[in-house]
């Protein structure tokens, strides 16, 4: 799986984290390996002129995502089994529409990134929240993947700090740490 980003919104952003829950979105929706994803953040103008071009609507927003147009014309879910190896789509943020969000919600940019970016993946699998039902399953299927990357995240993290104080505590006794990392 390819995810490519791109930061032109002059904003600093964790580039790594921000792929990294792009791909655990899409693993865990078991869209295929050979997939390309593009990720842009962009500045408020940029988002303003795309946001206007392509929805007809004044001013920026959060996230816009552009899916390929051979899974729009097919009408089928790119998550759906036996697809083959595409470029899915774009997903552009805006970190600083996205800071504002952030503030009212009373969570870090990098949070609410992290919300966007699983938001627009989704977009990109064929979802969308125009009417109530698929507003209530997009939105519990995103907050879902979210919590669980964390807690994914947590894990990998604990299970990484237990290891360095093992060495650590080995290397005191004088003996040293053969063992392979665990995943």
């Not at 791909?23 to 002129?49: G, H, N």
């Not at 609410?112 to 993946?121: C, M, N, Q």
């Not at 399953?137 to 093992?166: G, H, I, P, S, V």
């Amino acid at each position: 799986m390819s995810i490519e980003i791109v930061n032109e919104s002059g904003i600093a952003v964790d580039e790594s984290l921000i792929v990294s829950v792009a791909r655990y979105a899409l693993d865990v929706m078991q869209v295929s390996p050979a997939v390309e994803l593009a990720i842009t953040a962009v500045t408020l103008e940029t988002m303003s002129e795309l946001h206007e071009r392509w929805m007809d609507e004044p001013g920026p927003t959060d996230v816009m995502a552009f899916p390929m147009d051979e899974f729009a014309e097919d009408t089928r879910r790119p998550d759906a089994p036996d697809i083959g190896p595409a470029l899915l789509g774009d997903v552009v943020l805006c970190p600083a529409f996205a800071k504002d969000q952030a503030k009212l919600a009373g969570h870090t940019l990098d949070d609410e990134l992290h919300l966007l970016t699983v938001h627009g993946v989704l977009h990109l699998l064929g979802y969308d929240h125009h009417e109530p039902d698929e507003e209530r399953e997009m939105f519990a299927l995103q907050n879902k993947l979210l919590a669980d990357w964390r807690t994914d995240r947590a894990r990998t993290a604990a299970r990484e700090a237990q290891r360095r104080n093992d060495s650590r505590l080995l290397g005191t006794v004088g003996l040293e740490d053969d063992r392979p990392a665990t995943p």
